[in-house]
């Protein structure tokens, strides 16, 4: 009797620990798909995204094989090169093979080692399409070069093309992909299960932001607001990524270079009642609605990913600049008896990315390929 074959490969641009949207998604999926029957392991490069530093040792956790490939040579930290990992494919033999990012080296390697082997091939492209205002001209000629020789035949010759958001859904169209499948990042499930209604609790007067401490992150934004409301206390943690050093002046400003465990993350929401997200560029936003499930009110720039999920002054409020920061959290903290309503339907919000939720269509989208042994 034919068995369903579970044998299922995932390839990450970045390793374990990396402080990225990319590899939480990795792990997720892999972590869903083990505790369901398959039998995942992870392809990865050495790269540690938010650090400088390299992860060399392979290991397995959490039932998942995870094996790290050396990176050749790389053209800024998308374009890393470990074409090795090519043979390690073949060797492997996996029914499917799911590849996380889109305009990246090893994408392809997946790809055309999945078309020889004949497996099922799936792709998530994490929504690369919003652009980074400061990138140099150089990078962005290189991904219109990219899509236009490369892009439009590479997504093609994938079986599945998941996106993560619908605002990348017409970047797809334009590239030929009409059939592409929303699965959104999910909420790993002690978020929702740590939120305590703050209905009956004055305010801690406390505002956090905890990710990469990045210059996209536009975290002189918090800088500016806390130099303004003395008042408040403001706390950014994370590790730096793009900067020598991040410091700031203000007593009120709480600065952490490290980085932090998810249940550091949850600790830091409950005693918080505001979490900042003024990144220029936000694909999706995943710690954002992790705060918006642990009862904090999202105060977040109007990128792409936050205009998903976030009607402003229903659920959270969208701001264009540093001025509107500070007149938002003035707001908040005059109005806090209007906030409980605010509260509660953010976290309605943030129950639709439950990784019960999202991992539902991940299965169905598996048990759709119908991959026979």
């Known amino acids: 009797m034919n068995k369903f074959n579970k044998k299922v490969l995932i390839v990450c641009p970045y390793t374990y620990p990396s402080a990225c949207g990319i590899w939480a998604r990795a792990y997720s999926d892999a ?17 540690i995204k938010g650090t400088n530093l390299k992860s060399v040792k392979n290991e397995d956790f959490d039932g998942l094989k995870l094996r790290k490939f050396r990176v050749l040579f790389s053209f800024g930290e998308n374009a890393l090169f470990w074409p090795q990992m090519f043979f390690s494919v073949i060797k492997l033999r996996p029914a499917i093979i799911h590849v996380h990012g889109y305009r990246h080296p090893h994408t392809l390697f997946a790809l055309f080692a999945g078309k020889l082997l004949g497996s099922k091939t ?27 020789l490369i892009g439009w035949w590479q997504l093609k010759l994938f079986n599945k093309v998941i996106r993560i958001t619908n605002w990348e859904e017409p970047h797809l169209e334009k590239l030929g992909i009409q059939n592409s499948i929303l699965i959104p990042n999910s909420i790993n499930s002690n978020f929702l ?43 950014i943690h994370g590790p730096i990524q793009g900067y020598n050093k991040f410091e700031s002046s203000s007593k009120n400003l709480k600065i952490v270079p490290d980085k932090y465990s998810p249940h550091e993350f949850i600790e830091e929401l409950k005693e918080s009642d505001i979490f900042l997200l003024p990144s220029i560029k936000e694909s999706f936003g995943i710690v954002s609605l992790e705060a918006m499930a642990m009862g904090n009110i999202l105060i977040a720039n109007r990128s792409k990913g936050p205009q998903e999920y976030i009607v402003d002054g229903e659920n959270g409020f969208l701001i264009r600049n540093e001025e509107e920061m500070v007149e938002k959290i003035e707001y908040i903290y005059n109005n806090w008896s209007k906030m409980p309503e605010i509260i509660k339907k953010a976290n309605h919000t943030a129950e639709q990315y439950s990784e019960d939720k999202v991992g539902k269509l991940l299965l169905e989208l598996y048990t759709s390929l119908n991959i026979i042994k």
């Open 31 to 47: 972590k869903i798909l083990s505790d369901n029957g398959y039998y995942v392991t992870v392809f990865s490069s050495n790269r």
């Open 122 to 148: 799936i792709i998530t492209t994490h929504a690369p399409f919003d652009k980074d205002p400061r990138a140099p001209l150089y990078l962005k000629m290189f991904d219109k070069l990219f899509d236009l």
């Open 193 to 235: 299960k740590s939120y305590k209604s703050r209905n009956s609790h004055s305010p801690f007067h406390n505002l956090l932001y905890m990710g990469r401490i990045d210059p996209v992150k536009n975290l002189e934004w918090v800088k500016y607001a806390a130099e303004k409301l003395s008042k408040y206390n403001f706390k």
